[in-house]
């Protein structure tokens, strides 16, 4: 190791020897190929140097250089300057066109040493090459053409005509080469354009570029160039059609999916990003129908769809890119609502006749109904009908027009309005249906006549009552309405006993009251007959007849009147008595009517008589006078008798007659002027067969009166009695008939007086009622039925004397 580095150090002593004898000693030159092989002769040293092969040992000739490598050694054998290391020119001398190696040749015995250069001769070992593999240049498509673009230059480490000569471009139709000699600086190369590029049909265009040099055979080299096409906004977004259609049904929920609108821009980067949006034609904002969001296209519904508003929608849309200069694009959308059945029938009445007359003939047109439905289709079919049973129907006009007739009879009495529903049903699924009220008034004509509550009406008027007063007021009823029930009431004359009734009644035509015109007397007038009319203002009018039965009433207004022999006004009568007479002996009997009727003429008879005579009585009802008691001495012989005769009326009225009754001793003094005694005969005497006589005679006539007058109210042309049933007659074991129908009833009675009979017929128009019992001027009692209206008190009706 110490060896070594001593021969370094005596080598590093001559190669700085050298290097200062450099301009002392000879130069030799020579030539050689780089990387030629290794032993290749440079050159003969010893020759050049005229030094003997043979002594070439002894001198000790050696190479030496400066350089890292020993590129050359010398072969002491033949002198020969042989190739050691492989040269390679540019390693050596790169970038410089004149290259050579510069060593030392050293002699010893006596040291020289002589200066060799060996010239490096280029050969064409290296191709050209480019600093990149690829290369990447940007081109506007908006480019024109003969634009120039500088292109990277290609390296060949060779020099001269083995460098880089020219340039080849692959074969493209958009490009072409030019390519400049730079005299001693090279050769460069641009890339001319020679047709516009379209980004959107080629964005980039991928060319190679190829460096030649001037070796034989010359190398290559290549350069991967990618000429990006840079977007310009030269083209407006499109969409994928030109008219969109869409249906959507009408009941959709907001945010329900419409359509997605698509639209490309065939730019890139900013402008081919499009943004979407509605255009706003005229009135119609379809942005407040429908919600587009701006980014993806979607459209989506925004507020509820109604078919029946809006069938379709016909909506602009734009697609619009956001270059510098933003380009856009228009679509049509078309979006079609899909009806669903959502709305009822309508019903509108167009016209409607009311009030209708109730006697409108059928087919009476009286309301023109239109049926409408806003959906469409099956949807928008509806059926009409009438609901209920009324006198009404629904005759179909046109499609969904009607009209509403009548279709039975109208009474207005029966029914003045009638709330006629109307039903209209669609055909959807499902259906719907709605209602329509229609009032329909039917108005009033003529057809009712006046009507009075009963056929017959019964009056009761006390006599004596005062002129002008009502006795009665009548009143009718017409169905009918308004100046078809105004009525007017009138009398129709009647005669009762020739006596023409408008001379004592009046009736007002307006209020009905019947008023008395004169004052009644029921001894003279008990009862009447008349009609009243009632007329109502129809055109033509319609009028009724009631039948007024008027029953006075009587008033006691009449005293009781003394019968003969005692009714010589002022007189005194005298009766006589034998002092023999039994207790209970018939003295006299007073006789009294009442021209008042019932309960007024109800006598009873009393006796006024001086304080303690106690020797005669009276009875209260027969009106017979008798001894209490027998005659004692002390009794005087004149015994002077006041008999009070009363009614039953209120106040009672009285009559009195005076009686002196004279006692004498025996019968034969006896002497009476007209005397009714009380003895009953054993035989039948003539007195009883005259009054058996006028019995019989009273009944027949009685009876031929009733047969009358039963034909004669079954004849009648007002027909007011005809509802009454067949008459019965009845005979009593007391002597008296009755005559009675359904509601009527005849009591006849007659007085078993021998000195008169009185007959009472009670009249047949006044029902039964409570039983009473009567008294009849002789004494005798009979009982009889009677009805009044209103269950009034009980009032007696006629009775008077037949003979």
Same mark, same amino acid.
């Given at each position: 190791?110490?060896?070594?580095?001593?021969?370094?150090?005596?080598?590093?002593?001559?190669?700085?020897?050298?290097?200062?004898?450099?301009?002392?000693?000879?130069?030799?030159?020579?030539?050689?190929?780089?990387?030629?092989?290794?032993?290749?002769?440079?050159?003969?040293?010893?020759?050049?140097?005229?030094?003997?092969?043979?002594?070439?040992?002894?001198?000790?000739?050696?190479?030496?250089?400066?350089?890292?490598?020993?590129?050359?050694?010398?072969?002491?054998?033949?002198?020969?300057?042989?190739?050691?290391?492989?040269?390679?020119?540019?390693?050596?001398?790169?970038?410089?066109?004149? *290259?050579?190696?510069?060593?030392?040749?050293?002699?010893?015995?006596?040291?020289?040493?002589? =200066?060799?250069?060996?010239?490096?001769?280029? @050969?064409?070992?290296?191709?050209?090459?480019?600093?990149?593999?690829?290369?990447?240049?940007?081109?506007?498509?908006?480019?024109? $053409?003969?634009?120039?673009?500088?292109?990277?230059?290609?390296?060949?480490?060779?020099?001269?005509?083995?460098?880089?000569?020219?340039?080849?471009?692959?074969?493209?139709?958009?490009?072409?080469?030019?390519?400049?000699?730079?005299?001693?600086?090279?050769?460069?190369?641009?890339?001319?354009?020679?047709?516009?590029? %379209?980004?959107?049909?080629?964005?980039?265009?991928?060319?190679?570029?190829?460096?030649?040099?001037?070796?034989? $055979?010359?190398?290559?080299?290549?350069?991967?160039?990618?000429?990006?096409?840079?977007?310009?906004?030269?083209?407006?977004?499109?969409?994928?059609?030109?008219?969109?259609?869409?249906?959507?049904?009408?009941?959709?929920?907001?945010?329900?999916?419409?359509?997605?609108?698509?639209?490309?821009?065939?730019?890139?980067?900013?402008?081919?990003? @499009?943004?979407?949006?509605?255009?706003?034609?005229?009135?119609?904002?379809?942005?407040?129908?429908?919600?587009?969001?701006?980014?993806?296209?979607?459209?989506?519904?925004?507020?509820?769809?109604?078919?029946?508003?809006?069938?379709?929608?016909?909506?602009?849309?734009?697609?619009?890119?956001?270059?510098?200069?933003?380009?856009?694009?228009?679509?049509?959308?078309?979006?079609?609502?899909?009806?669903?059945?959502?709305?009822?029938?309508?019903?509108?009445?167009?016209?409607?006749?009311?009030?209708?007359?109730?006697?409108?003939?059928?087919?009476?047109?009286?309301?023109?109904?239109?049926?409408? %439905?806003?959906?469409?289709?099956?949807?928008?079919?509806?059926? *009409?009908?009438?609901?209920?049973?009324?006198?009404?129907?629904?005759?179909?006009?046109?499609?969904?027009?009607?009209?509403?007739?009548?279709?039975?009879?109208?009474?207005?009495?029966?029914?003045?309005?009638?709330?006629?529903?109307?039903?209209?049903?669609?055909?959807?699924?499902?259906?719907?249906?709605?209602?329509?009220?229609?009032? @329909?008034?039917?108005?009033?004509?003529?057809?009712?006549?006046?009507?009075?509550?009963?056929?017959?009406?019964?009056?009761?008027?006390?006599?004596?009552?005062?002129?002008?007063?009502?006795?009665?007021?009548?009143?009718?009823? %017409?169905?009918?309405?308004?100046?078809?029930?105004?009525?007017?009431?009138?009398?129709?004359?009647?005669?009762?006993?020739?006596?023409?009734?408008?001379?004592?009644?009046?009736?007002?035509?307006?209020?009905?009251?019947?008023?008395?015109?004169?004052?009644?007397?029921?001894?003279?007038?008990?009862?009447?007959?008349?009609?009243?009319?009632?007329?109502?203002?129809?055109?033509?009018?319609?009028? !009724?007849?009631?039948?007024?039965?008027?029953?006075?009433?009587?008033?006691?207004?009449?005293? $009781?009147?003394?019968?003969?022999?005692?009714?010589?006004?002022?007189?005194?009568?005298?009766?006589?008595?034998?002092?023999?007479?039994?207790?209970?002996?018939?003295?006299?009997?007073?006789?009294?009517?009442?021209?008042?009727?019932?309960?007024?003429?109800?006598?009873?008879?009393?006796?006024?008589?001086?304080?303690?005579?106690?020797?005669? =009585?009276?009875?209260?009802?027969?009106?017979? @006078?008798?001894?209490?008691?027998?005659?004692?001495?002390?009794?005087?012989?004149?015994?002077?008798?006041?008999?009070?005769?009363?009614?039953?009326?209120? $106040?009672?009225?009285?009559?009195?007659?005076?009686?002196?009754?004279?006692?004498?001793?025996?019968?034969?003094?006896?002497?009476?002027?007209?005397?009714?005694?009380?003895?009953?005969?054993?035989?039948?005497?003539?007195?009883?067969?005259?009054?058996?006589?006028?019995?019989?005679?009273?009944?027949?006539?009685?009876?031929?009166?009733?047969?009358?007058?039963?034909?004669?109210?079954?004849?009648?042309?007002?027909?007011?009695?005809?509802?009454? !049933?067949?008459?019965?007659?009845?005979?009593?074991?007391?002597?008296?008939?009755?005559?009675?129908?359904?509601?009527?009833?005849?009591?006849?009675?007659?007085?078993?007086?021998?000195?008169?009979?009185?007959?009472?017929?009670?009249?047949?128009?006044?029902?039964?009622?409570?039983?009473?019992?009567?008294?009849?001027?002789?004494?005798?009692?009979?009982?009889?039925?009677?009805?009044?209206?209103?269950?009034?008190?009980?009032?007696?009706?006629?009775?008077?004397?037949?003979?």
């Amino acid at each position: 190791m110490y060896i070594r580095r001593q021969e370094e150090h005596v080598w590093i002593r001559i190669v700085v020897f050298l290097c200062l004898c450099d301009r002392c000693a000879s130069q030799l030159s020579y030539s050689i190929s780089e990387e030629v092989n290794k032993g290749t002769v440079v050159g003969n040293l010893a020759k050049d140097l005229n030094i003997n092969v043979q002594e070439l040992e002894n001198k000790d000739l050696r190479v030496v250089s400066s350089y890292s490598k020993t590129y050359f050694t010398v072969n002491l054998r033949s002198g020969n300057l042989l190739v050691e290391e492989r040269i390679d020119r540019e390693e050596l001398c790169p970038h410089v066109a004149r *290259c050579s190696l510069k060593v030392q040749a050293v002699l010893n015995n006596p040291m020289t040493a002589h =200066r060799v250069e060996v010239n490096i001769l280029d @050969i064409n070992d290296n191709s050209p090459a480019f600093l990149e593999n690829t290369y990447s240049i940007n081109i506007s498509e908006s480019s024109l $053409p003969g634009e120039r673009y500088f292109l990277p230059v290609a390296v060949d480490a060779d020099i001269g005509s083995n460098s880089v000569k020219t340039y080849k471009l692959s074969q493209n139709e958009h490009f072409s080469l030019d390519v400049q000699s730079g005299g001693e600086h090279g050769v460069s190369a641009e890339l001319v354009l020679q047709k516009p590029l %379209d980004r959107e049909k080629q964005s980039v265009i991928n060319l190679i570029l190829t460096a030649m040099d001037g070796g034989k $055979p010359p190398r290559t080299g290549s350069l991967q160039m990618h000429v990006n096409v840079i977007d310009v906004n030269d083209n407006i977004p499109t969409f994928s059609k030109s008219l969109y259609k869409v249906r959507v049904k009408e009941n959709e929920i907001p945010g329900t999916l419409v359509i997605k609108l698509n639209a490309t821009d065939l730019d890139e980067g900013i402008n081919s990003k @499009i943004l979407y949006s509605f255009i706003k034609r005229g009135n119609i904002d379809p942005s407040n129908i429908f919600d587009l969001n701006s980014e993806t296209g979607e459209i989506t519904v925004k507020e509820e769809l109604d078919y029946e508003e809006t069938p379709a929608y016909e909506v602009r849309v734009q697609a619009t890119d956001q270059g510098t200069v933003p380009r856009s694009a228009h679509a049509k959308l078309l979006i079609e609502i899909i009806d669903v059945n959502d709305n009822a029938p309508e019903i509108s009445v167009t016209s409607l006749m009311t009030p209708v007359k109730e006697d409108a003939e059928q087919g009476t047109i009286v309301a023109l109904v239109t049926v409408s %439905d806003k959906d469409g289709g099956n949807n928008g079919l509806a059926n *009409c009908k009438v609901v209920g049973s009324v006198p009404f129907k629904l005759k179909s006009n046109y499609k969904n027009d009607y009209s509403l007739v009548v279709d039975g009879a109208l009474d207005r009495e029966t029914t003045s309005v009638y709330d006629v529903t109307i039903t209209a049903t669609d055909e959807g699924t499902p259906p719907l249906s709605s209602n329509k009220l229609i009032t @329909i008034h039917v108005s009033d004509v003529n057809d009712n006549a006046p009507r009075f509550m009963e056929p017959v009406i019964n009056v009761y008027v006390k006599e004596n009552s005062p002129i002008g007063s009502v006795i009665h007021t009548v009143n009718a009823f %017409d169905s009918d309405l308004d100046g078809h029930a105004k009525l007017t009431y009138t009398l129709l004359d009647s005669s009762p006993r020739n006596i023409p009734v408008s001379s004592f009644l009046n009736i007002n035509s307006d209020t009905g009251d019947i008023i008395s015109l004169q004052s009644f007397n029921y001894e003279e007038l008990s009862t009447f007959q008349f009609k009243v009319q009632a007329t109502d203002s129809g055109v033509p009018p319609l009028s !009724s007849n009631v039948t007024v039965n008027v029953l006075i009433l009587d008033e006691n207004d009449n005293n $009781p009147t003394i019968l003969a022999p005692y009714s010589e006004h002022g007189s005194v009568n005298s009766e006589s008595i034998p002092y023999s007479a039994e207790v209970g002996y018939f003295v006299a009997k007073i006789r009294a009517v009442d021209a008042d009727s019932g309960y007024n003429a109800l006598l009873s008879y009393h006796l006024s008589e001086p304080k303690g005579n106690n020797l005669f =009585r009276i009875g209260t009802s027969t009106g017979e @006078i008798r001894t209490k008691r027998r005659m004692s001495d002390n009794d005087l012989k004149t015994h002077p008798l006041v008999v009070l005769v009363s009614d039953n009326g209120e $106040p009672s009225l009285s009559a009195t007659v005076s009686i002196d009754v004279v006692v004498v001793e025996s019968t034969a003094e006896i002497q009476t002027q007209f005397r009714h005694v009380p003895i009953k005969e054993d035989n039948f005497s003539d007195l009883n067969l005259y009054l058996l006589i006028a019995i019989v005679s009273v009944s027949v006539i009685f009876l031929l009166s009733l047969i009358s007058l039963i034909a004669v109210r079954c004849h009648r042309t007002d027909g007011s009695f005809g509802r009454y !049933s067949a008459p019965m007659i009845t005979t009593h074991p007391d002597g008296s008939w009755s005559y009675s129908k359904a509601t009527q009833q005849y009591d006849v009675c007659f007085s078993s007086d021998t000195l008169k009979s009185d007959v009472v017929v009670f009249p047949a128009p006044f029902p039964p009622i409570d039983s009473e019992l009567i008294s009849i001027n002789g004494g005798d009692t009979f009982t009889r039925t009677q009805t009044l209206p209103n269950q009034e008190k009980l009032r007696s009706y006629i009775e008077r004397p037949l003979c």
